[in-house]
């Protein structure tokens, strides 16, 4: 019996240190950018990608460990969820300004 072919999948997380959505690079780092992220097309990839997620989880180096579903565009990977298209994107909103390289605004 065959068995359907794997969905291209990333691992997702949020930073510890800071919040900022993250995906899991081919370099076995974080990165800030999906089109870097490490795709995983088949079963074992993806097994190995939940095992880079739970470690990486177990060191507190991230939080809210996801693998995701991705469609493979011309310009890069696309989450099929809209959550994780807007988690791609960045924040919404400006929540740290001085980060930005802009000065905090006084309560």
Same mark, same amino acid.
């Given at each position: 019996m065959k068995t359907a072919p794997t969905k291209t999948k990333v691992l997702t997380a949020n930073?510890?240190?800071d919040?900022?959505?993250v995906?899991?690079?081919a370099n076995g780092e974080w990165t800030a950018s999906l089109?870097?992220?490490l795709l995983a097309r088949h079963e074992d990839a993806v097994a190995a990608l939940e095992?880079?997620?739970a470690q990486a989880l177990a060191d507190n180096r991230v939080v809210d460990v996801n693998v995701i579903d991705i $469609? $493979?565009?011309p310009a890069g990977p696309r989450p099929y969820?809209?959550?994780e298209?807007?988690?791609a994107a960045g924040p919404t909103i400006d929540y740290a300004p001085a980060q930005a390289g802009r000065p905090a605004q006084a309560a």
């Open positions: 930073r510890l240190s919040g900022i959505a995906w899991l690079g089109k870097d992220a095992a880079a997620g $469609e $493979e565009t969820r809209l959550r298209r807007i988690r």
